[in-house]
């Protein structure tokens, strides 16, 4: 009964969000409880206090451009847009246009980037982070990284990763970061 109720509910999650989410399904007839288990620890990318929306969804879509500039990432800029964050931000993000972003919000897409990188700028980023909003702002940073790549570490190992698809943001398509500067030959 409880495997019904949860297919269910993955079924209309992927009516109302336009989603494939057959690798839950997947996930959810192969074992209930790593089902459970992987659904608890990805809502650690639910926790936000005590920093600013965008600059949260900065960390969270750039680390999922990172791990996945498809459907994860569609799904995000979706979120992301439901939770007031506007369109340009969002575009911005996922673009990795700085330039147009405001200094919070930039600051999030650097630490994220420094994060995944292992580089050492995250030290200035994440002193910047508690200077100005504290450190649950860091913890709540942190938790968006993370839980972006756990949704497409998860696809790819079951070999439902899918290749580098389009992502629109408020019905315009907008080019990853990581594919433009790929195309441009200087990945």
């Known amino acids: 009964m409880l495997k019904w ?82 369109a340009e931000t969002v575009a911005a993000i996922v673009k990795g246009d700085q330039a147009a972003m405001s200094p919070d919000v930039a600051l999030g897409v650097r630490f994220a980037r420094a994060v995944l990188a292992r580089d050492a700028a995250a030290d200035a980023c994440r002193e910047e982070i508690v200077r100005r909003w504290g450190p649950r702002a860091l913890l709540s940073m942190a938790y968006a990284v993370m839980a972006a790549q756990m949704y497409p570490a998860l696809k790819y190992a079951l070999g439902h990763g899918k290749a580098c698809t389009r992502v629109v943001v408020a019905g315009q398509p907008v080019v990853p970061r990581h594919r433009a500067v790929a195309a441009a030959g200087l990945a």
Do not use: N, W
Request: contains cysteine; proline residues 4%; positive net charge.
């Open 5 to 86: 109720f949860l297919h269910r509910k993955l079924r209309a999650f992927e009516r109302g969000q336009g989603y494939d989410a057959s690798y839950m399904h997947e996930l959810l007839d192969t074992d209930t409880e790593a089902f459970m288990k992987f659904m608890r620890a990805t809502s650690l990318g639910r926790y936000q206090k005590d920093v600013p929306t965008a600059v949260r969804v900065a960390a969270g879509l750039t680390s999922s451009i990172a791990a996945d500039c498809g459907p994860c990432t569609q799904l995000g800029v979706g979120f992301a847009l439901a939770a007031g964050v506007p």
